[in-house]
Each structure stands twice: as C-alpha cells, then as structure tokens.
C-alpha cells in the first residue's frame, strides 16, 4: 500500500507532511515515493506544464472580470490551484473519461475544450461543453460530489467492456472534487463501490482549505488522505501548488488503475486564492494574513524560478507564453461578448415530440412572468 499517514494541519500556516519534488523557492528536491514516476520529465515537458498554468490563471481572471461586467451568471475561480489540475490532468491518455466539479477550468483546457465551450456553460446556455464523448470529458458538475458517483459507474462499465484487438482495454475514469465534497454522501458511496468491485477510477481531491465559508480542519480531524484507506484504497498526500508532485502522484494512480489493482485518491494541499464563487466575499471569514502565508506558495512562480534556473526559460520563451495566454483570454472575451441567448421562450421546444395541453399551461405561465419584467422596467 503507498500511503503517506499525516497529522491534521492549520490551513493558515502550515500544510502538513506532503510529498513535495519543487519547494516554494523553486528548488527542485527529491521524493522517494514519487521519483520513479518522474523519470522522463524534461525541461520540454515542465515548460509546458507552465504555460498551461499561465493560460489556465488568464482564463481564470478573465473569467472573474466577465462576471463582474455582467457578462456571465456565475465564475468559480481556480487561482492558486493550476498546479494540481494541470499536472493530473497532463498525465492522462486522450482516452481516459474525466468528471470534473465546477472549478477545473484548467482541467477542462488541457482536455481540449473551447472559449465557446467554457462560456457557455457559466451562461447557462443548451448544449454547455458540447458532446463529452468528442473531448472524453464530462461537464462541469454542479450538485457537490455527484461525479464521483458518476466515474465510479463509468469505470465499472470499462470493467465490463468486451476486449478489443490489443487485448483488455486499460481506460481510466478520473474524477476531481474539493475537501467539502469529502464531506458528501455520494463521495464515501462512491468509494464504496470503487473499494468493493476494484474499479479503475482515480479520485482527485483538491483541498483547497475552505468549503465556501468552513476550514477543512471542521470537516476532519485527521488529513483527507487518511480516510481512503478505510475503504481500502491506498491514498498519496501531495503539495498541491506542486505541478511535478501532482504529475507524478497521478502517475501511479493510473498505473495503479490500468494494471488492474484498483482506485487509488490523491489529496492535493492547495489554497483558494479567490472567492468560492463570484458570488462569494471571503473576507467575511478569511484571515488576509493566511492568504499572504498561500501567496508565498504559488504554484506558477515556483515553476518560473526553477526553469530559469535550469536556462530553460527566457525573456523571449516567457512573452511567447504570457502572448498566447493574453490570445485565449481575448478568445473568450470576444466570444462572450458575441454571443446571443436564445429567446426564453424555446426551453420549451423540443420537449415532447407532441404538444399536449399541460406544456402550453406552462408555457403562458412564463410568458406572463417574462412580461412582469417588463412592466417593472415600465
């Protein structure tokens, strides 16, 4: 069993034993759990993991700034947590089902998704993030820890996939959640199951201190990666503002999953940076002097610092990815921007193959609530 056992730790100051390969400063240190799965990174392949980091914290403001301009109904911010989504989300096969929250926009990136795509669903528009099966992704999951229900079924389907051409098929269904969905029924219930029928599913917790307003250290005694365990399903508790520790944590959790073995969790320690949602004032509950203490952890300048250590980094490489990142946010503001809502009204077409009486019932029900906005606008 790899498990790293760990005592509870202040989510203002200190993070607990975590399995770390790049400190805050930017230095690159060893890890005996997770070297062996580290091997083949180079310098070509830690640039990239930055530069989907930096596109990932663009789209993120931008996001936030869409919002705040009546652009969009609703943003979950992920700053402070590009390292986790971006170095799992890279260790994936195109093959691999993913089953992400609502705050994986990075994930949700690196599977290929559109501006259009990622503005839709926070417009709340038809068909938000297009076909899943094109991308191998599922959209973004709003009722809290449902998807872990949903890639545990997933992955015992795959279990159950007749074998094709080059023998049994080694798919993995992946799913992300956060330290206040840990607190959810569907999530021990899906860890039942996953434990139970050793289904290949990997569960991504990003705990990033808080569940909106309440500290993780409410929520449980003992870190998140101790409780996978007592389902028996071997944890590993990683720096979670460490994109090579999370890259090679999700290494041998798919190892582990493709060879049969069964699910495995990784706990990864981050921090939100922002609020829980636009709709959220973390200053009602959160200590500014604990976000300077996470500032100081940042999973981007630590990335930044050891490339330019290594000469892998430059003035020129780094305004190449600063441009491309600054290309996708203009990307999604101009399609934000252009796009039309269709009229209200045509949520009821294609309801029924038929028109029965009941739809139209309702239908004039909503007109009349529509044309209430009117008269107060009157």
């Given at each position: 069993m790899?498990?790293l ?14 399995a ?8 690159r ?19 990239g ?21 009546g ?48 503005i ?26 449902a ?18 051409d ?7 269904a ?6 206040g ?21 990997v569960?991504?917790?990003s ?24 389902f ?47 709709a959220?004032?973390p ?9 300077e ?29 600063a ?56």
């Open positions: 790899t498990y056992p760990s005592t509870t730790a202040d989510p203002g100051t200190d993070m607990g034993p975590v770390q390969v790049i400190t805050p400063d930017g230095e240190v060893a890890d005996a759990k997770l070297e062996p799965w580290l091997h083949e990174v180079d310098d070509d392949l830690l640039v993991l930055y530069r989907d980091m930096v596109r990932t914290r663009r789209l993120d403001r931008e996001g936030v700034a869409l919002q705040r301009q652009q969009l109904g609703l943003w979950a911010p992920c700053e402070g947590q590009e390292a986790v989504q971006i170095g799992t989300a890279r260790a994936l096969r195109a093959a691999d089902f993913v089953f992400p929250s609502y705050r994986e926009s990075g994930v949700q990136l690196v599977r290929g998704a559109t501006p259009t795509q990622l839709q669903v926070w417009r709340g528009e038809e068909q938000s993030m297009g076909d899943p099966f094109a991308r191998n992704t599922a959209g973004p999951q709003i009722i809290i820890g998807q872990t229900l949903h890639a545990v079924g997933y992955a015992m389907g795959l279990q159950r996939m007749p074998a094709g080059d023998g049994p098929r080694d798919d993995v992946v799913t992300y959640f956060g330290d969905a840990s607190s959810q029924g569907d999530v021990s219930e899906a860890m039942v199951f996953a434990a139970s029928y050793g289904a290949p599913v569960f991504v917790c705990n990033n201190q808080w569940a909106i307003s309440e500290p993780v250290t409410v929520q449980s005694r003992t870190p998140l990666a101790d409780r996978a365990p007592a028996g399903i071997p944890s590993l508790r990683v720096d979670g503002n460490d994109v090579l520790a999370c890259y090679g944590a999700m290494r041998w959790a798919l190892e582990r999953a493709r060879s049969g073995a069964g699910p495995a969790y990784i706990e990864a320690v981050t921090y939100r940076m922002g609020p829980h949602t636009t959220d004032d200053t009602r509950y959160r200590d500014a002097a604990e976000l203490v996470w500032r100081g952890r940042d999973p981007l300048s630590r990335v930044q610092t050891l490339l330019q250590a290594r000469g892998a980094l430059d003035d020129t490489l780094a305004a190449d990815i441009a491309d990142a600054d290309r996708l946010a203009a990307e999604v503001r101009a399609v934000c921007l252009g796009h039309r809502t269709r009229d209200p009204l045509t949520v009821f077409d294609e309801v029924y193959a038929e028109p029965h009486s009941g739809l139209e019932r309702q239908r004039r029900a909503y007109t009349a609530y529509l044309d209430g906005f009117e008269e107060d606008a009157r």
